[in-house]
């Protein structure tokens, strides 16, 4: 079966915006980190987790909603993406006033101005309708061109400051610069070469859809935000930021190679979407799980190998103790991986409510445990965390769904049981 060009066109561009992406968050900000400090990193980090709520909840579920509306009709999704704008903003401001008082009250100066740095780019984040049209469009290159020059301004002021010794606070610029420049490329291109009105025309009809399908998405997309940035709020209160800082760049490093999998799987359910055969279906499923597990089991060799050397030269020795849970990241990742093969298997089936249910049990399991391993064992709580919960999601969360259909997929991979699961 041959991929149509134009969508393995478009999936390339997404790929290559990925890796630059990746790089530079580690090759580049390993010189920020190094300067300001795990501590100073550390407030950076939990600055960031604070508003990934903040853009979830003003999405209020609308970016699948609004690519397949796009995608069907573009016209009627620029009209529903437009005139519920409003809708958006009235939910950023809400809840960033909140998280604003709440670290104005509750953390120090630079925290709050690393907050204020991240409103500020949230908002050009939950206002970029215009992303979602051009991967509707199957125009992807003009998001990854405009991504990497944002984020090559921004990686670029980042290395002046450093370079000419600036205050920590200034660190909030390249973070706002690598929101507003793609937002307003974007913008103009929707407009001049769209040629689409970008005027906002507030709508009680398309805001009140948007409220009710959106609705029935939000709880999911909160609850994977919930159990992926609780550790990191846990951290910052009840160990220090220094200690956040630290396990961050093992994050950073331990999951950097995550893109190489999910555009292998991306290319595999391609076919996996498309073949009717069940026999074709777990010969594909088999193969994209030994890869995931191969690739995993490589970059889990090289951490072990040459972690701590890598954050020595790239970190400094302030963070060498986040070489001691790269491998445990690194686990983490593998199964976050397989666990997305299944979540992408499971809509297949059309799993959509028993995957809002699951996201929404798994989110709630991750703060006790999270607290009290946190509490426990610090940074390396949070890690075990992270392995816990996504062993759990990707298997007895999963093994539920349609009389164990996925439990029988994994025996049949590994070759436990050569019956068809289907």
Known sequence: MSIDKKIFY?????MLEKFLGIFGLI????????????????????????????QTFSWFGAENVLF??????VNSGVKLSLASQYLRRVLFVISSIGCLLYLWLSA???????????CIASYFIVSDIYSIYNNSQLASYVNALTNILGLSLALLLRFMLVFFEAEHYSMVFPIIVIALVPYMIRKWYFQYVGKHSSKIKVSKKYNKYMLMTGGSLVLSTLSITLYTQISNIFLAEYTSFSSLGIYNVALMIGGAWGFISIALITSYFSKIYSTKSNGEEIQLLRQIHLIAVGVGIGCLLAVSLIGKWFIELLYGSDYIKAASFLPLIVIGTILSTLGTISYRYMIKYSGYKYLSIKMFIVSLLSVPLSYFLIKAYGAMGAAICF?????LSLTVGNYFFRKG??????????KLNNRNPI
Not at 10 to 14: C, G, I, K, L, Y
Not at 68 to 73: H, Y
Not at 387 to 391: D, P, T
């Open 27 to 54: 090759f580049v900000n390993s010189y920020m980190a190094k300067y300001i400090g795990p501590e100073s990193f550390g407030k950076l980090a939990f600055a960031m987790s604070i508003f990934v709520f903040v």
């Open 387 to 391: 392995i816990i919960i996504e062993f």
């Open 10 to 14: 478009n999936s390339a561009w997404m």
């Open 68 to 73: 397949k509306r796009l995608s069907e009709n």
């Open 405 to 414: 259909l996925v439990l029988k997929v994994h025996l049949s991979i590994f």
């Open 108 to 118: 120090d100066t630079l925290t709050f101005i690393f907050g204020l740095g991240n």
